[in-house]
């Protein structure tokens, strides 16, 4: 358990606005198809959305950051400078953190991991393996937000209210929480060797 408490867990998530699937289920008698009564139009997902880079680690919730368009490396190497070294430093000030990020493209940038190259004695970077996502506790905060972003009322009408709510509900994250699900690590390991890549309960 003590090396998972020494990393820092990171993702991006996608919120939108309006989150529906768009199917209405209507009961009509034969013939009655075409009665304007028996009809009922789709609501598409719209409306636009945000996307939230976060990371978190056993000892404290970290930064976010709101990108609203394609996260792109020149983009990833911003939020590192500016967010990610300033909280590796606080957290693990002798340098021996972990910073975990998955495969997307952006992060696997030559310029990025050159980056990460030079600030070796600051981090490390851990190696991640592809389709490993149910093995990182900020996924499951990702869902957890949805959540309560899906139960609040009225629903978000604008970018600026949904950018608003989401930071609100990741700074109001319970420390027993995300503690909780960095010490399910363990588990979560041995459920996935065990299915061989299949599913696990996590």
């Known amino acids: 358990m003590g090396k998972w408490k020494r990393v820092a867990w990171s993702d991006e998530s996608r919120f939108l606005i309006h989150h529906v699937d768009g199917r209405v289920r209507v ?15 789709h609501t598409q997902a ?17 930064p976010v950051v709101v990108v609203e368009q394609t996260m792109k490396a020149t983009n990833y190497l911003n939020i ?32 990025v991991l050159e980056c990460f190259e030079e600030h ?7 190696s991640w393996l592809p389709n490993s996502q149910n093995l990182k ?29 989401c930071l609100d509900i990741w ?3 319970s420390p027993v929480m995300y503690q909780k699900l960095v010490a399910s690590i363990p588990r979560r390991v041995v459920a996935v060797l065990k299915a061989k890549g299949g599913a696990t309960r996590y």
């Not at 021996?96 to 495969?103: E, K, M």
């Open 80 to 111: 590192i400078a500016d967010q990610l070294h300033p909280y590796m430093a606080f957290v693990f000030p002798t340098g021996n953190g972990i910073f975990q990020q998955d495969n997307a493209s952006c992060h696997k940038a030559r310029i």
């Open 120 to 126: 070796t004695d600051e981090f490390h970077l851990m």
């Open 46 to 62: 719209g409306g636009g959305g945000i996307m939230l880079w976060g990371t978190l680690s056993w000892a404290t919730l970290g």
């Open 171 to 173: 700074y109001k994250l």
């Open 137 to 165: 506790p900020i996924e499951h905060i990702s869902d957890v937000m949805e959540r309560q972003l899906r139960a609040q009322t009225p629903p978000c009408p604008n970018i600026s209210t949904l950018r608003y709510r």
């Open 27 to 41: 009961r009509r008698l034969p013939g009655e198809q075409l009665l304007p009564s028996c009809a009922a139009g």
